[in-house]
């Protein structure tokens, strides 16, 4: 270790799993107990964020992806805490939603579990399923399931879904809200990391819908969550939660590079004092090499002692590729799915209907307008967040695209607000065109959980811990929920502060060096390899 200098520790990506990741390594810095270290946060955007970015869209902030953070994991609402925004959480102004079932927009009724419902009677009268649908659903309550204890293997939430309460609760309830979390269909999602709550219900003998009437465990995994709102954001807009972290981030002496992508990861032998380090090539996204984040004199490279690599998978892969290749290529062969958010601003007297509850879901392949429907939900942000409510409008946020249906990427601007809104008119009966409008286009960017997903992550881990010094983190690996991701990026720079702290402690000199797994790695084994000391 360089006697005279903190170690290096550069992070690339400044989504909220590279900011959090930071927020870990820093946060303690006045009076810690782990080895001071400098920090390089590397994004090849004009801004830190990623997935969390605001416009002024009519005269108010509104968030253009994520607009809320789950109340039930802790890792968003604790670091509100941490930053001192404790009193700009905002909590989710309206309850329920509505799904586009039968013709009609029908209230989800209460009782459901991410869409599986947990008592008979409020689905029964919902009216969502046709009266012989609910009586198929019922046969989970009165004919007693086996189930298998002894599984372990991972399935995807459609296949335990429709074996047990039948394909109409898959394609109206459950598909339109675990699919539409993640931009993915059910059938083939991964109930491991996206619903392990029903993988483990699954297991066990008895009905499926009793036994996800027990809530699930709060932060300890074992007591029940505290009661509170579902989802909360920030006065400001979820998208500030990167903008305060950035600012307590540069208070705290990290380094914030925008404009800057990071090309490779090399190991180099020579550090300042004989160590070994990684080297970063870094290129200014207008192209250049020399001019990085706009300031002339930035280098061209950047060397340090440890890597956190926090960008979307097919990145990582191209980072890790020439020392991990097996994690390489289990990383590319995750799959992406595009989406894009149409935000419009419509006067609230030619909005016919009731706008009940937070919005509505729709079902895949809906017939609407005469049409598969493209849009596949719709949020009024203005009753979800009442913050946000004008004068004389309303807000409505319609998302179109997920797995396996890309169409509105063949559509203009103009054209995909022009059919996400003829969608809306019919089922909002909406009687005059939108005031104003927004369109966002998020390619490749939800990252598909498929069956056995968890399993290729562990590889993948164990892949980039073999390499001593190097973590991944971010959306690709256990959810894409903006907690899960905080949750990431903390664990990721923690592993880092712990092998640094081994390091420090000399419990094996000289013993490794960046790249050195890259042949050593045994990316297949059950053990996770253990990490290499003596820097
Ligand atoms: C439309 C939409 C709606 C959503 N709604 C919600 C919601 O309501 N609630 C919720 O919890 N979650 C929501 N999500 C999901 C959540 O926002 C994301 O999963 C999360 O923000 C991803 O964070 P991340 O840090 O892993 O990745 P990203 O935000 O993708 O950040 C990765 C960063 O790495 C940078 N990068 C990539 N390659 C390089 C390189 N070579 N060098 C330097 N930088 C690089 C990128 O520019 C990017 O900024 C939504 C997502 C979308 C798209």
Redesign the pocket.
Known sequence: MRPSSPPTIAI????????AAAWELVKDADGGDHTPVEVHL????DR?????RSADFAGRRV????????ARRPE?TALCHELGLTEDLVPVGASGASVWARGQLRRLPAGLNLGVPTRWLPLFRSGILSPGESLRAARDLVAPHRGDQTADDDRSVGAIVGERLGRPIVERLVDPLVGGIN?GRVDDLSAAVTFPQLLAASRQSGSLMRRLAQPPAGADGLSPPEPGPLFWSLSGS?ASLADSLAEALSRRGVTIHTG????SVEPHPDGPSGAPQWELALQGTDGSEQETAGRPHDPPSLRADRVIL???AG?AA??VGPHAPEAAVLLDSIAYAS?A?VTLSVPRRAIRAPLRGTGFLVPLASPIAGGPALITGCTYLARKWPHLAGADDELLRV?VGRSGDSRHRDLSDDELTASAFGELTELLDIRDVPLDSLV?R?DE??PQYAVDHATSVGRIERAVAALGSVAV????YGG??????IG??RAAARRMLDSLSLDSLSLSPGSGSPGSGASGSDASGDEPAPPELGK
């Open positions: 690339v990506g400044g989504g909220i799993a590279g900011l590397l994004e090849a955007g830190v964020g990623g997935k969390l968030d253009l992806a994520a607009d809320a953070f789950l968003a931009a979820t800057v992508s990071v090309r926090a960008v979307p990145e191209v980072l989406v958010v998302s966002t998020w960017a939800f983190a971010g959306a690709a894409v929920g903006i907690p899960a991701c990431s990026g």
